[in-house]
């Protein structure tokens, strides 16, 4: 048997799993938005830093997959060409919405108005509705593809990608996030990936803050 970091085959599960955070997150921001109460610039802010944050953690998502998929399966998939430009054409798309969800959330964080908050409520409503689209046809034209096209080592890549784009303050929080709608067997899969000392600190210290943190947010 040869090397097998070398043979094509890999699990992508784990892609859908970060797919469904991002799903989930973007659907509960624009009822989360519309939450706050006009004048409420301490909340607002808190609600423009979590939305601001989630919309780098998606640019990161497809910086990533644009560097180390798309074009793998370009070269070795060619009949998958033509997925992948749609694929990029979408990441422009979403990109197009997400660079102004900073600018929105900044002003109606400023002055609390209702006027500002439904102007950011409707940028992330659209934003939801087109990553749905975006996000389904990748699990189905993408992902099958990479699944035989790529090595685990290589695709293992992409998550710690992912994982090393999170600031480091945020980490213990994150993992909350990404592990909130995960059976006990998906979670105790996905922290055999994370360090010994962040898994101890996340039972300790971290959980505790992400579970304020949603109460605070989506209470």
């Known amino acids: 048997m040869g090397d097998t970091s070398t043979e094509y085959g890999c699990n992508t599960d784990d892609m859908r799993m970060i797919h469904g955070v991002f799903r989930r997150e973007f659907r509960l921001a624009p009822p989360m938005v519309r939450a706050v109460d006009p004048g409420d610039t301490a909340k607002a802010g808190r609600v423009r830093d979590h939305v601001v944050e989630i919309s780098e953690m998606l640019h990161h998502h497809h910086t990533?997959?644009?560097?180390?998929?798309?074009?793998?399966?370009?070269?070795?998939?060619?009949?998958?060409?033509?997925?992948?430009?749609?694929?990029?054409?979408?990441?422009?798309?979403?990109?197009?919405?997400?660079?102004?969800?900073?600018?929105?959330?900044?002003?109606?964080?400023?002055?609390?108005?209702?006027?500002h908050r439904e102007s950011l409520a409707t940028l992330m409503d659209e934003i939801s509705s087109t990553l749905d689209a975006h996000l389904g046809q990748e699990e189905d034209d993408i992902l099958p593809v990479a699944e035989t096209s790529m090595t685990q080592q290589e695709w293992s890549a992409v998550g710690e990608a992912g994982m090393a784009s999170l600031p480091k303050n945020r980490l213990l929080v994150q993992l909350g996030y990404i592990l909130e709608d995960q059976t006990p067997e998906e979670r105790a899969q996905f922290m055999t990936r994370v360090p010994p000392p962040a898994r101890l600190l996340y039972k300790l210290v971290g959980r505790k803050k992400y579970e304020k943190e949603i109460a605070d947010l989506r209470g």
């Open 64 to 115: 990533g997959e644009e560097s180390l998929v798309f074009d793998k399966l370009e070269t070795r998939a060619p009949a998958c060409a033509i997925h992948v430009g749609i694929m990029r054409q979408q990441h422009e798309q979403v990109q197009a919405l997400l660079d102004q969800v900073e600018g929105r959330a900044s002003t109606w964080a400023a002055d609390g108005s209702a006027e």
